[in-house]
């Protein structure tokens, strides 16, 4: 397992929390403490037992291709929450371990979209759109670029949007500097770095998407109570 899959778990959890409510698919190997007269409990990471024969399975039957980097991280441990604010990335559940990948996978957007060799895998945080693997052309271990496609459009390639990462990698790099910094910077402050740790991305062609979230943020900070 790399150092970045592991800094970004454990920046995650920092971050955020590990807080969720509990549901009987959870194992009791992943609770870190008893569930609440509300339903909540505290998880902890468990280490993964996944393969990448696993994820091969998965590409067969959606005629996909995963990067190497994503399946490395997915891979690495099995986790009960995604939700990084700005991205909604699967999480990963011992009883059912790749039924997040499977769903962002098995709806009517994606089976338009994965012919076009754009494959999603997660959704933007603010319920904008979903994040796609852009294969549409080849690159070594597949790591492919990703971009927004914005789910209103219905399939076609008219809602493929720019990239904002130039690889599954920067995307982590840029997130655990991000889940790292939110302890004493705010949001809006943070993510003009991303441009920086990923110049070929989102200090490229994303910058005026993130500059979007910027915004959104700041304004909501400033805004009065």
């Not at 959890?13 to 807080?19: E, H, P, S, V």
């Not at 979903?130 to 809602?159: H, Q, W």
């Not at 500097?177 to 200090?203: C, N, Q, V, W």
Request: charged share 25%.
């Amino acid at each position: 397992m790399s150092n970045i899959n592991h800094e970004f778990f454990y920046s995650y959890l920092n971050a955020f929390g590990n807080r969720v409510v509990y549901t009987s698919i959870i194992p009791k190997e992943m609770m870190a403490s008893a569930v609440d007269k509300e339903g909540w409990f505290e998880w902890k990471l468990l280490k993964g037992t996944l393969n990448d024969s696993d994820y091969i399975k998965i590409e067969d039957q959606f005629k996909i291709k995963f990067p190497k980097s994503f399946i490395e991280w997915h891979k690495a441990y099995f986790f009960l929450d995604g939700d990084c604010s700005l991205i909604r990335l699967p999480y990963s559940i011992p009883t059912q371990p790749l039924n997040e990948i499977r769903k962002n996978l098995d709806w009517y957007i994606p089976q338009q979209l994965i012919p076009q060799k754009l494959y999603p895998f997660a959704n933007e945080g603010n319920d904008g759109g979903v994040l796609i693997f852009d294969g549409r052309k080849a690159v070594t271990d597949c790591e492919f670029p990703i971009r927004i496609y914005d789910s209103e459009v219905g399939g076609n390639a008219m809602g493929v949007g720019e990239i904002i990462f130039s690889s599954f990698t920067k995307l982590l790099e840029c997130l655990t500097h991000y889940f790292m910094e939110l302890k004493t910077r705010t949001s809006f402050e943070i993510i003009p770095d991303f441009f920086l740790i990923d110049p070929k991305g989102a200090g490229k062609t994303g910058v005026d998407y993130w500059l979007t979230w910027v915004n959104i943020q700041k304004a909501n900070f400033e805004e009065p109570d």
